[in-house]
């Protein structure tokens, strides 16, 4: 059975108080809700207050992922934050290869291949991003997009290396647009994902696999996005920042 999760991605937001604040206002939101089984809720802050984030949420629903990492070791990356620091903290899981690291800091399929290889090598689980363009979609090689940004940067792992891969289908053209993808259009996509994993390794280690939906989820269509056979939860951006609305994304899965 795929796990179902709701991660949300604070990205470039809140302080270390902000932080708290949501923090406090989800478990309050989160206590009542049942959780089915295999469902998880992750909430990505930014590297300053991951610690924070960590010790806030022990023992709760809620899991603490990074939304990024450095792909070496150590050494002269001033600014950088490696695999080693992050799970110093407790952290657990990594959001690799978004599209707004790809399009502002030029992040491509091969650097992206090493932070996912430095990632697993440190026995942190990783959330893949991944997703086209709107010229991509109007040209009607979403798919052709797709296809190659995730054999690129993940084809070349092992089976038991693929169990520890969220994919996070991404249509760029969505992303804090208020865009959204038809549930028909996320569906169609996440079947497609699904398809090539099969074909590269196998149908039941495809079925294993949890794919994500992100591009301006909201309480209003979470549960017809979610309710499609392939599509396994979602990475919530602006929505993650409300606690009232993430929650009931959260129930909606």
């Known amino acids: 059975m795929r796990q179902k999760i709701v991660a949300g991605n604070w990205k470039m937001n809140n302080t270390l108080d902000e932080t708290k604040k949501l923090i406090k206002e989800l478990k309050k939101e989160l206590k009542s809700v049942k959780l089915k089984k295999d469902t998880r809720v992750?909430?990505?802050?930014?590297?300053?207050?991951?610690?924070?984030?960590?010790?806030?949420?022990?023992k709760t629903k809620i899991e603490v992922a990074a939304q990024n990492m450095h792909q070496a070791k150590n050494g002269a990356y001033t600014g950088e934050i490696s695999?080693?620091?992050?799970?110093?903290?407790?952290?657990?899981?990594?959001?690799?290869?978004?599209?707004?690291?790809?399009?502002?800091?030029?992040?491509?399929?091969?650097?992206?291949?090493?932070k996912v290889n430095t990632a697993l090598e440190n026995n942190l689980e990783v959330i893949f991003c991944f997703g086209e363009q709107l010229e991509d979609r109007n040209s009607e090689n979403h798919f052709k997009v797709v296809e190659s940004q995730l054999k690129n940067a993940l084809f070349h792992l092992k089976s038991e290396d693929i169990k520890n891969i969220i994919l996070a289908y991404e249509p760029v053209?969505?992303?804090?647009?208020?865009?959204?993808?038809?549930?028909?259009?996320?569906?169609?996509?996440?079947?497609?994902?699904?398809?090539?994993?099969?074909?590269?390794?196998?149908?039941?280690?495809?079925?294993?696999?949890?794919?994500?939906?992100?591009?301006?989820?909201?309480?209003?269509?979470?549960?017809?996005?979610?309710?499609?056979?392939?599509?396994?939860?979602?990475?919530?951006?602006?929505?993650?920042?409300k606690a009232k609305d993430f929650s009931a994304i959260v129930k909606a899965i």
Request: charged share 20%; net charge negative.
């Open 42 to 58: 992750i909430i990505a802050p930014t590297f300053v207050n991951l610690l924070t984030a960590t010790k806030k949420t022990k």
């Open 83 to 114: 695999a080693e620091m992050l799970t110093s903290v407790g952290v657990k899981t990594v959001i690799l290869g978004h599209s707004e690291r790809r399009t502002y800091f030029n992040e491509t399929d091969k650097l992206l291949t090493e």
């Open 173 to 241: 053209w969505a992303i804090g647009t208020g865009q959204t993808a038809s549930a028909d259009q996320a569906q169609e996509m996440h079947a497609f994902i699904r398809g090539l994993f099969a074909s590269e390794y196998s149908q039941e280690l495809a079925d294993t696999i949890s794919i994500l939906y992100g591009g301006s989820v909201k309480p209003n269509n979470a549960e017809e996005i979610f309710s499609k056979p392939d599509v396994d939860g979602g990475l919530i951006g602006g929505a993650s920042l």
